[in-house]
Nanobody, 126 residues
Framework: QVQLVESGGGLVQAGGSLRLSCAASGRTFSSYAMGWFRQAPGKEREFVAAISWSGGRLYHADSVKGRFTISRDNAKNTVYLQMNSLKPEDTAVYYC???????????????????WGQGTQVTVSS
């Protein structure tokens, strides 16, 4: 089982930037893919970005492509989400998640992720 703790959320004006971090423990971090998802009030959880176990493959939702970048530092057991040019519609609780299996290439499907963090609130004001 993996324990995940997100940080870095907050209130930012439209056009601003934030970097989310997710620290992992309990399983060899460099062996599994990671993902970021978000859920806005009254909406379903949606995929944001994912990264393979090695960091060699990245996936970003169309809605964030060119503005958000996922990365990982296996030496620090941490995955990041750099968010630039933020928009009010990016307001949501952001969750990081760990792939159920080892050596995955990454996935956009929440069902493939077995461990989730508690979430961090991102609020973008207009």
């Amino acid at each position: 089982q993996v324990q995940l703790v997100e940080s870095g959320g907050g209130l930012v004006q439209a056009g601003g930037s934030l970097r989310l971090s997710c620290a992992a423990s309990g399983r060899t971090f460099s062996s599994y893919a990671m993902g970021w998802f978000r859920q806005a009030p009254g909406k379903e959880r949606e995929f944001v970005a994912a990264i393979s176990w090695s960091g060699g493959r990245l996936y970003h939702a169309d809605s964030v492509k060119g503005r958000f970048t996922i990365s990982r530092d296996n030496a620090k057991n941490t995955v990041y989400l750099q968010m630039n040019s933020l928009k009010p519609e990016d307001t949501a609780v952001y969750y990081c998640a760990a792939d159920r299996l080892d050596y995955g290439l990454g996935s956009t499907d929440a069902a493939d992720f077995g461990s989730w963090g508690q979430g961090t609130q991102v609020t973008v004001s207009s």
